[in-house]
T-cell receptor
Framework: DAGVIQSPRHEVTEMGQEVTLRCKPISGHNSLFWYRQTMMRGLELLIYFNNNVPIDDSGMPEDRFSAKMPNASFSTLKIQPSEPRDSAVYFC???????????FGPGTRLTVL | GESVGLHLPTLSVQEGDNSIINCAYSNSASDYFIWYKQESGKGPQFIIDIRSNMDKRQGQRVTVLLNKTVKHLSLQIAATQPGDSAVYFCAENIPGNQFYFGTGTSLTVIP
């Protein structure tokens, strides 16, 4: 298995632009998580899905952030409009329901200028 | 102005020595725990897990100990190698909820 796949790996954009991050979970995993990691706050959960349905989005910073999971093999995290304080590494993880273990993708390093 | 970030606990060990990384968790209802390793520029990588009905679990060169009385988790790495240098996170799972991650401990192995 290729593991959790994220794209792009790096994104540099200007303030005000829309940013879309993509994630492909491990096949057969029914839960998907979006995290943000910064030096200031460490690893923060933004939102997670069970069976493609958003369960808890209380970690989403504000209305500029939105996430979708149209099917079991794809999810997006969108920031519109982006701001410099959104600069961080964004991780996607999927969970094996048999073991509860979360497996992380390589992350997307976002820089908003 | 001065930037303030997370102050990660740090641990430096000589190559070949054993390492012990500690973690205090917050919720007595947590029933499942994982240790992750994160190398620079990479995502957290699963190392070993333990359920609350156990107090010890061993893997290859790693052992996790769970003390539910004091809500403490530790990761022991035997014969530490330079490739073990990374940030180590513990995570706790509360039933019906998601994982909560600690702030991490930075391990540096001195050759």
């Amino acid at each position: 298995d290729a593991g959790v796949i994220q794209s792009p790996r790096h994104e540099v954009t200007e303030m005000g632009q829309e940013v879309t991050l993509r994630c492909k979970p491990i096949s057969g995993h029914n839960s998907l998580f979006w995290y943000r990691q910064t030096m200031m706050r460490g690893l923060e959960l933004l939102i997670y899905f069970n069976n493609n349905v958003p369960i808890d989005d209380s970690g989403m910073p504000e209305d500029r952030f939105s996430a979708k999971m149209p099917n079991a093999s794809f999810s997006t995290l969108k920031i519109q409009p982006s701001e410099p304080r959104d600069s961080a590494v964004y991780f996607c993880a999927s969970r094996d329901s048999n073991t509860d273990t979360q497996y992380f993708g390589p992350g997307t390093r976002l820089t908003v200028l | 102005g001065e930037s303030v970030g997370l102050h990660l606990p740090t641990l430096s060990v000589q190559e070949g020595d054993n390492s012990i990384i500690n973690c205090a968790y917050s919720n007595s209802a947590s029933d499942y725990f994982i240790w992750y390793k994160q190398e620079s520029g990479k995502g957290p990588q699963f190392i070993i897990d333990i359920r609350s009905n156990m107090d010890k679990r061993q893997g290859q060169r790693v052992t996790v100990l769970l003390n539910k009385t004091v809500k403490h988790l530790s990761l022991q790495i035997a014969a530490t190698q330079p490739g073990d240098s990374a940030v180590y996170f513990c995570a706790e799972n509360i039933p019906g909820n998601q994982f909560y991650f600690g702030t991490g401990t930075s391990l540096t192995v001195i050759p």
